[in-house]
């Protein structure tokens, strides 16, 4: 017995030795490279990859105290995602844990690139990196990120390529939670993702130079989103849901494809949107087809006061914050009854300025309640009403501009300049209060005679100033209703220093009114000789200086919209 586990010691020795032996000849295994050039699992020590081929399986996550890094050239090809024998989804991911690292060391000519074979958008899901900045989570849910470090340092992303990722608007190809400002990210684009590219939650991390390339949107947003530069396609209804934010850069177009649904980008109460276009590069949505009305359009539901109650919008927030829209254009919008661009009940502390209705099937914009401000606002190609308000709304608008040729587009029987309604409920009751919105400096060119150049309804009250009107040979002012006209005879609904041309008599609806009660005022010039439009370009002098009764309006010494020598629609309307 003894001799048997003498011999049987012997062996494992000669064993253990030969193994040693071959070890000191072979490389020994090295945790800084993947191992057969593949990622999966748990990184637990830094790694290192040369420019090479790799593949990803399953989830990869780079731990606390960790760091991934990868060099110019390399590309990594994850594996499709796996539905089990339940329906569940399993994707591919590469996640930079709280406490790990990303460097990426592409360049302009050798980026790094993440894509699947399948080609197929939505094939994996995509990169999630997790820092250490502050959140707010006032759930107390247990989150996978967040900490008390605003400056966390997650890594470093130059020149990176991210193909067939995201899952849909709940995941993006390249995810960024609370991640710090000193974590770098610059030079990053994505390509035929099913989501929308880029999700930026509750991070202070500023990314630079992110671009996407025909990536989707769709359903419901309910947390941070940000579409980067780059083309987009959207089907169906959007909706932002209360307390997320969608932001959107300058130079992305969003393009809607026609589905079973209409489409529409819908801004829930209490949810944001941000759309940051500049003059040279606006934001623009636009349809596939290419024909007025083939989509919804953008709406925004506030929380400031309406005076009709409504589920959607309506609040005590007089300046509810929806936002920030600067450089937009809309294109081939106003489905059925919609208009193009809708703010309802939105407050004073959103911002609207340089938006363009283009084309649009039905109405342009529309107030509905609410006390927000407007300015720089085109509606051209509009098949029914230019600008319209109601159900007490209380904003300032200038530089309004509405330019129609009726030859190119189907007109419906509302197709006026500007239609302000007061507001009245399903018993033709007036509703307080009643719209009272400031205007100036306004160009109405509307080349149709089939409804008021400017109408006035169900006891508006108003202020406007500043307007040049022109090409509505039937009808010129419509009054509709006696709550209208006795807010013309009193004041409440004054109109003054105003240049006509080419317009059809003043219908007052059987209403009576003063005898000339546009033109008694010697700052009214009806058939003005001074007006000469090169288009919509162009204004008429001796107009009242509006900035002097309210600090918002920008001053003027003109009147009309588009003044010569300061062209605003120049480099972003078409």
């Not at 005590?316 to 929806?322: G, L, M, P």
């Not at 300015?375 to 300032?396: C, E, H, I, P």
């Not at 005679?449 to 406007?464: A, C, E, M, N, P």
């Not at 003027?556 to 003044?563: F, P, S």
Request: aromatic share 10%; glycine share 12%.
């Amino acid at each position: 017995m003894k001799n048997n586990n003498i011999l049987k010691f012997t062996f494992v020795a000669i064993v253990f030795s030969l193994i040693m032996s071959a070890c000191e000849e072979d490389e020994a295994f090295d945790f800084s490279k993947p191992f057969n050039n593949t990622l999966t699992g748990d990184i637990i020590a830094d790694m290192h990859l040369v420019e090479g081929d790799y593949q990803m399986k399953s989830v990869t996550r780079v731990k606390d105290g960790a760091t991934l890094t990868i060099e110019a050239g390399s590309i990594i090809t994850a594996s499709e995602k796996i539905i089990d024998d339940n329906g569940t989804v399993h994707y591919t991911n590469l996640i930079i844990e709280r406490g790990g690292k990303l460097v990426i060391n592409g360049t302009s000519d050798k980026p790094v690139t993440f894509t699947c074979a399948n080609e197929e958008a939505g094939s994996w899901g995509g990169i999630i990196i997790n820092g250490k900045a502050p959140v707010d989570n006032a759930t107390g849910e247990e989150l996978e990120y967040g900490g008390d470090m605003a400056d966390d340092n997650s890594g470093m992303i130059k020149h990176l390529k991210i193909e067939y990722a995201g899952e849909s608007s709940e995941m993006f190809a390249l995810t960024m939670n609370a991640v710090g400002s000193e974590t770098v990210i610059e030079n990053v684009q994505v390509m035929n993702s099913l989501g929308t590219g880029f999700g930026l939650n509750e991070s202070t991390v500023v990314p630079s130079n992110l671009s996407v390339i025909g990536s989707y949107i769709g359903g419901n947003i309910t947390k941070d989103m940000y579409l980067a530069t780059g083309s987009y396609f959207m089907q169906g209804s959007v909706n932002v849901k209360e307390g997320a934010t969608l932001t959107i850069h300058a130079g992305a177009v969003i393009t809607v494809i026609k589905g079973e649904w209409p489409a529409s980008l819908i801004i829930e109460k209490g949810g944001k949107l941000n759309v940051n276009g500049t003059q040279t590069n606006p934001i623009v949505f636009t349809s596939a087809e290419q024909e007025a009305g083939s989509w919804g359009g953008i709406v925004l539901n506030g929380m400031a006061p309406v005076s009709k109650v409504h589920n959607a919008y309506g609040g005590d927030d007089e300046s509810d914050n929806s936002g920030s829209i600067q450089y937009l254009r809309i294109e081939y919008a106003g489905l059925d009854t919609e208009n193009a661009f809708a703010a309802n009940a939105v407050g004073s502390e959103t911002i609207i300025e340089n938006v363009e209705v283009y084309y649009c099937g039905r109405s342009a914009f529309g107030f509905t309640g609410g006390t927000v401000n407007a300015r720089y606002l085109m509606a051209s190609g509009v098949g029914n009403t230019m600008f319209k308000w109601d159900f007490g709304w209380q904003g300032k608008g200038q530089f309004w501009l509405g330019y129609r040729n009726s030859a190119d587009v189907t007109l419906g029987e509302w197709a006026g300049g500007i239609v302000g309604d007061g507001g009245l409920d399903d018993n033709g009751e007036a509703i307080l209060p009643l719209s009272n919105p400031t205007l100036s400096n306004i160009t109405i060119v509307n080349n149709d005679d089939t409804y008021g150049i400017v109408s006035f309804r169900y006891g508006t009250k108003g202020l406007l100033r500043n307007l040049v009107l022109v090409d509505n040979p039937k009808k010129g002012f419509q009054v509709w209703d006696d709550l209208a006209a006795g807010n013309i005879n009193s004041g409440l609904l004054d109109i003054d220093y105003a240049s006509t041309m080419n317009l059809g008599n003043h219908g007052y609806n059987g209403i009576v009114l003063p005898e000339n009660r546009f033109e008694a005022s010697e700052n009214f010039i009806q058939d003005d000789a001074e007006i000469s439009l090169n288009g919509f370009v162009g204004t008429t002098a001796n107009g009242t200086d509006m900035s002097l009764v309210d600090a918002w309006f920008e001053s003027t010494n003109y009147k009309g919209a588009v003044a010569s020598d300061n062209n605003w629609t120049e480099g972003w309307t078409k």
